[in-house]
């Protein structure tokens, strides 16, 4: 079945540190991948988004791209910030006529000033 | 807009009680709605998923259930409180491929 493996957490950088945060999946089939950020407390917020190969998805400094060779959707930020903390989802969305969303397991991170 | 309401925020109930969350979005209707429980430090759990008014799939079997009485309306329920049910409860929706989320309600059972 489908999945997302994600790197386990904690995550500690300090502040302006350049982050990656691995994540790959198997699917069949072309699913749309994800990158959620859940803040202490609150529910999940959508922070990019890729449907297809080679798409990147970006947004607040943050960036990953779909690469389908490797079954990879990594997340980087070049530099960051305080308020960067947080947990980190991997998702996909099959796009193959079932409704369920696959998440990975999370990835924490705290970053130091 | 794809807001989704969730209440109460957090809620502290005694074993054996009943529950009762409720959960009601806008925008778009007839949208897949689903209720996740995240225990504390860990990732996300599907407990149901709905397609449509009075179609639910259940993910896991417990002692929760979930109902559907209105094309927005998402209802997660329990007839009584394990300690086990203790956690972060998430109901959510598709759009397009995206899932929209709400603020989730913070469950403690005593």
């Known amino acids: 079945g489908d999945s997302v493996t994600q790197m386990e957490g904690p995550v500690t950088l300090s502040e302006e540190a350049f982050l990656t945060i691995n994540c790959t999946y198997t699917a069949t089939g072309y699913p749309s991948l994800f990158w959620y950020v859940q803040y202490p407390g609150e529910g999940l917020q959508l922070l990019l988004k890729?449907?297809?190969?080679?798409d990147k998805g970006s947004n607040k400094g943050f960036e990953a791209t779909y690469r389908k060779e490797t079954t990879s959707f990594h997340l980087e930020k070049g530099s960051v910030q305080v308020s960067d903390s947080a947990v980190y989802f991997c998702?996909?969305?099959?796009?193959?006529?079932?409704?369920?969303?696959?998440f990975g397991t999370g990835t924490r991170l705290k970053v130091l000033a | 807009s794809q807001t989704i309401h969730q209440w109460p925020a957090t809620l502290v109930q005694p074993v054996g009680s009943p529950l009762s969350l409720e959960c009601t979005v806008e925008?778009?209707?007839?949208?897949?709605l689903y209720w996740y429980r995240q225990a504390a430090g860990r990732g996300l759990q599907l407990l149901f998923y709905?397609?449509?008014?009075?179609?639910i799939s259940s993910e896991v079997p417990q002692n929760l259930s979930a109902s559907r009485p209105q094309d927005r309306q998402f209802i997660l329920s329990s007839k009584k409180l394990l300690l086990s049910d203790s956690g972060f409860y998430l109901c959510a929706r598709r759009y397009n491929t995206e899932a929209f989320f709400g603020q989730g309600t913070r469950l403690t059972v005593v």
């Open positions: 998702a996909l969305y099959p796009n193959s006529g079932t409704y369920k969303y696959i």
């Open positions: 890729a449907t297809k190969a080679d």
């Open positions: 709905s397609v449509g008014i009075g179609q």
């Open positions: 925008g778009t209707s007839n949208p897949n």
